[in-house]
């Protein structure tokens, strides 16, 4: 049974989030395990161009203090993107992660990216999964002494949801290793509902989605099932693709995370942010209305604990009036997989129980 600790949003004089933050910090124990000198990363997600909804980077700012107070060396980093946007490149994500507050003048800590220049710079690590033998992760998160996973906690268009699990499998991947996990998931346009609005087309990354009579036609060569078309369509004609495709999708997602998780070991902390809790994920250039109430902050040492006790939570949450998605939100089969029609979100969790043992059970300690 795992240990999770939890504080809600609520907060009054003397006693702001960020001080229910760290006393979350400090009920995990982690930080009395860092020792003078030790080079420590922040995993964190800077949001894409446009994006509002990634965490807030005082919550990085927090956690540099603390470890800087027991002599450790922090950095912020995450692995360069699939698609072309503001965070393809190495250049391009630094200026991104500065522009969005994850610069060292906020942060107290430089930005690095975690797969260098181009995406290139990773190793191959092993794992006894179905679909790998090797995954291909970051050098700028494996070389790290310890490892701490700051994840906002929102919908995703084609896995259901994005958590801990996420940052850790496409998170931690270099751009092979995100290539590999993404290839088998792709949509598929329902041509009656599709109207030519060409939203499709405009947004997708490498130009699979060309116009033919008026519908949106995908070229599968192309296609790297990245999901944004899913995403942009208003009309419900571009659909996530086939249940079994997307089982085998969040399958590779879930023997990736299994596999930097088993890397990191005793050595990562795991921090949810279940606020803000958009229909998509932080890759998206644009946050919606979230589709639940916030939550607030989850923290723990097993991301597959984790991530199940933060799902729940969204599964029992309110519902926002105000989301274009809250029609479809009836209580009955959990929030994301109503939201994005996605029957197989659990995938993720069952796949690694099968496969490597995961511990599932969780206790959660609310702190005030
Ligand atoms: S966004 Fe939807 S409706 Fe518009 S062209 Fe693409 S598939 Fe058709
Ligand atoms: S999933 Fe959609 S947006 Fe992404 S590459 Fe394929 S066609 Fe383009």
Not at 38 to 43: D, G, P
Not at 285 to 294: K, S, Y
Not at 325 to 340: A, D, L, Y
Request: charged fraction near 20%; aromatic fraction near 10%.
């Amino acid at each position: 049974m795992d240990n999770i600790y939890y504080c809600d949003m609520q907060t009054e004089y003397g006693n702001s989030l960020e001080k229910k933050f760290r006393k979350l910090l400090a009920a995990s124990g982690y930080f009395d395990e860092i020792t003078k000198g030790q080079i420590v990363a922040l995993k964190v997600h800077v949001g894409e161009r446009e994006n509002l909804g990634y965490v807030n980077p005082n919550f990085a700012r927090v956690i540099v203090e603390e470890l800087k107070a027991r002599g450790a060396r922090p950095y912020l980093t995450d692995t360069n993107t699939l698609y072309s946007g503001g965070r393809h490149n190495g250049v391009d994500h630094c200026i991104t992660a500065e522009q969005h507050g994850f610069g060292y003048a906020a942060v107290g800590a430089p930005f690095v990216p975690a797969d260098g220049v181009r995406g290139l710079a990773y190793r191959e690590v092993e794992v006894q999964g179905k679909h790998f033998q090797k995954t291909k992760l970051a050098n700028g998160v494996l070389e790290a002494e310890k490892i701490i996973f700051l994840t906002h906690f929102k919908g995703h268009m084609e896995a259901g949801f994005g958590g801990s699990l996420k940052n850790l499998s496409m998170g931690c991947a270099s751009i092979a290793g995100k290539m590999e996990q993404h290839a088998a998931a792709k949509p598929v346009v329902k041509l009656k509902a599709c109207v030519g609005c060409r939203q499709c087309y405009r947004v997708c990354p490498v130009e699979a989605i060309s116009m033919v009579e008026g519908k949106a036609v995908i070229d599968y060569d192309v296609c790297i099932g990245c999901g944004q078309c899913v995403a942009a369509c208003n009309y419900g004609a571009m659909s996530a693709g086939s249940a079994s495709e997307t089982a085998e999708f969040i399958e590779k997602v879930s023997e990736y995370a299994y596999s930097a998780y088993d890397y990191f070991g005793e050595n990562a902390l795991y921090i949810n942010f279940a606020m803000n809790i958009t229909p998509d994920c932080d890759c998206w250039p644009a946050n919606d209305v979230p589709v639940v109430e916030d939550i607030g902050i989850l923290i723990g040492r097993n991301p597959f604990a984790l991530d199940r006790a933060t799902l729940d939570m969204v599964n029992s949450a309110k519902a926002r009036s105000s989301s274009r998605h809250f029609e479809k939100i009836r209580g009955e089969h959990g929030v994301f997989h109503e939201v994005w029609d996605i029957p197989v979100i659990g995938t993720v969790f069952d796949h690694a129980q099968a496969l490597f043992g995961v511990e599932l059970e969780y206790e959660t300690q609310k702190l005030s």
